[in-house]
């Protein structure tokens, strides 16, 4: 089994989300990973009702909830090298990707470029439909990545 060296996790700001984030930086942990964390906007709601100062102001909205998703997530990664007692930090990046064609075309194409080993993602995310056993960005990064997926349930 080869190591793994870097890791993806898509956050929407979903608990399953977050719960995913954890596991991955439990991962990171025992096997000095990187984790990249990411969150894609895939269009403005409604846009073409809006004007661009009104479509503006929503995409700034969507990445300030974003960034404090991934303050959370480096809080989280900053508690786990504490609790371990050996001091070690683990190495995380996040980024917001804005008007993305597709979420799963976006986090697919994201491992690709990064060369991503294992993909941790949430079954569902914030779309609130929990009758699905698997939500439709799990399922489509299921069936399209290239490298590892672990899905976390919530």
């Known amino acids: 089994m080869r190591q793994i060296k870097r890791i993806l996790v898509p956050i ?21 990973s ?14 073409h009702f809006l004007d661009g100062y009104a479509a503006q102001m929503y995409l700034e909205e969507i990445k300030k ?6 303050s959370d997530i480096f809080e989280i990664a900053r ?14 990046s996040a980024e917001v990707f804005v008007n993305v064609n597709s979420i799963v075309d976006s986090i697919v194409n994201y491992s690709a470029d990064k060369d ?19 939500g439709s960005i799990a399922k489509g990064v299921v069936q399209c990545a290239d490298c590892h997926v672990l899905l976390v349930r919530q």
């Not at 990187?34 to 846009?47: E, L, N, Q, T």
């Open 116 to 134: 991503i080993d294992l993909i941790v993602t949430g079954t569902r995310g914030r779309s609130g439909i929990k009758r699905l056993l698997l």
């Open 65 to 70: 909830r974003a960034e404090s998703w991934f």
């Open 79 to 92: 508690q786990k090298a504490v609790s371990d007692n050996n001091g070690s930090s683990i190495d995380i």
């Open 12 to 32: 929407d700001g979903s608990k399953c989300s977050l719960k995913a984030a954890k596991y991955a930086i439990g991962i990171a942990k025992t096997q000095r």
């Open 34 to 47: 990187k984790v990249y964390c990411m969150h894609a906007i895939s269009r403005v709601p409604y846009g």
